[in-house]
C-alpha cells in the first residue's frame, strides 16, 4: 500500500463529516519515509450572540448562527497482528535473557488513524468572515522554527483551502495575533506573515480570501 497517496476514508465515527487529503510529509515518527496527510473534519451549526460570543474582531450581526469546524490532521499506519507460539519451558540463552516463545507469523488488517495535530475555525455566513481560531502540529511533529516549517506551512494552506471551497462566500479570514504553540509573539506574527496574513485589529490577524479563479481572472486582465 502506498502509503503517500491519498485513501479516502469511511470513519466509523459519525462526528467526522468530512475527510480531506491535506499534504505529503516526511516525519522522524514515520523515519522520514512520505506520508499523505489527511484530514478528518467535523461540521456543524451553532446558533450565536453577540453576548455569549467574543470574538477576535467586530461582527456586523448581533446574533445568528455560525458553522464550527474541527479538523483533525492524521497519517494512517497499518494495523499488525502478531501470532505467538509459546515454549512449553523457556528456553536459555547465553547472551541474552530466557524467551518463553517466538512469533510465528504477523499480519496487517486494516489501518489506524494517528493523529498528529489539530485545528478549529467558524464561519459567521451573514459577515462571509472565517475565523481560523488554530491550526498546529503536535509539537514532536515540528523540528523547525514555525516559519521554515514547511510541513505547518502545508497544513494551514491546506486547511485554508478546504474552508474556501467548503464555504465559497466567505470573503475574508481573520486569526488570532499569538499561539502558544511559538516560542514567543514574534516568532509567531512571522510565521503569519509568510502565510500573507496581517494585522486587522489588536488581537487579529487577517487578510482577503483569494481563490485560484480569482488568480486567473487577476492575470488574464494583466495580459489583455
Known amino acids: 500500500m502506498n502509503l503517500a497517496t491519498y485513501t479516502p476514508i469511511a470513519h466509523d465515527d459519525d462526528y467526522w463529516t468530512h475527510d480531506t487529503p491535506l499534504f505529503i510529509g516526511t516525519f522522524r515518527y514515520s523515519r522520514n519515509n512520505p506520508r499523505m496527510v489527511q484530514g478528518r473534519v467535523h461540521v456543524s451549526e451553532e446558533h450565536f450572540s453577540n453576548s455569549s460570543v467574543n470574538e477576535i474582531i467586530p461582527l456586523s450581526t448581533k446574533k445568528g448562527t455560525r458553522q464550527y469546524i474541527n479538523m483533525q490532521p492524521y497519517i494512517l499506519e497499518p494495523e499488525v497482528f502478531m501470532t505467538v507460539g509459546m515454549y512449553p519451558k523457556p528456553k536459555q540463552y547465553a547472551d541474552q535473557d530466557e524467551a518463553i516463545g517466538e512469533v510465528i507469523s504477523t499480519q496487517v488488517k486494516g489501518m489506524r ?77 512571522t510565521f503569519l506573515r509568510s502565510l500573507g496574513y496581517e494585522p486587522i485589529a489588536q488581537a487579529a490577524f487577517g487578510k482577503k480570501i483569494t481563490r485560484e479563479t480569482d488568480k486567473r481572472a487577476e492575470l488574464r486582465s494583466e495580459t489583455a
Open 113 to 189: 488513524q494517528h493523529q498528529i495535530g489539530n485545528a478549529q475555525a467558524w464561519y459567521y455566513p451573514q459577515d462571509k468572515l472565517i475565523v481560523l481560531w488554530e491550526c498546529y502540529l503536535y509539537k514532536d511533529m515540528r523540528n523547525k522554527p514555525l516559519s521554515e516549517d514547511e510541513h505547518m506551512q502545508n497544513l494551514w494552506h491546506g486547511f485554508e483551502q478546504w474552508l474556501y471551497k467548503q464555504f465559497p462566500e466567505a470573503t475574508r479570514i481573520a486569526t488570532p495575533f499569538n499561539d502558544p504553540i511559538a516560542k514567543s509573539i514574534e516568532e509567531y506574527q
